[in-house]
């Protein structure tokens, strides 16, 4: 991408690089989010009723387990200037283990663009909606 973005600490074991980052969009987005619904999480499925889209949820209301991977872990008050804040603001993104097989070769992006939100996901009364933006990797990564 050409445009500024936070990467996601590295969770997988064995990895030295980061498998999700956020855009600015999304990172202003999620702390106005904060602000509302108090900490949050994303799990990406492949699912039906909001197909790929990233839905994100107040942290822990959407119970994760060994059917999901821990992609990464964000401090969304960090970074970008001047919407940075004193107090931490951690978001983890979970993706279910299925999905993450078709998808281990593949870096992710989440945006947050103008449009509906999943049905389920926080964003959908704010006009805005996540949305996955992916790039293949150029080097060898294992899968989970």
Wanted: hydrophobic share 40%; glycine share 12%.
């Amino acid at each position: 991408m050409d445009h500024p973005v936070l990467e996601a600490t590295v969770t997988l074991p064995g990895e030295d690089f980061s498998r999700v980052a956020l855009t600015a969009a999304s990172v202003e987005l999620l702390r106005k989010l904060w602000e509302q619904h108090g900490p949050l999480m994303f799990h990406q499925s492949g699912g039906c009723c909001d197909g790929s889209a990233p839905m994100c949820y107040p942290a822990g209301e959407f119970l994760t387990g060994d059917s999901d991977v821990l992609l990464g872990r964000f401090d969304i008050s960090a970074g970008f200037g001047t919407g940075a804040d004193q107090d931490p603001k951690p978001l983890e993104f979970w993706m279910s283990r299925e999905q993450f097989a078709y998808w281990s070769h593949t870096h992710l992006t989440v945006d947050a663009v103008p449009g509906r939100g999943g049905g389920f996901s926080v964003e959908s009364p704010e006009g805005k909606r996540f949305l996955i933006r992916s790039t293949i990797m150029d080097w060898d990564v294992q899968g989970v």
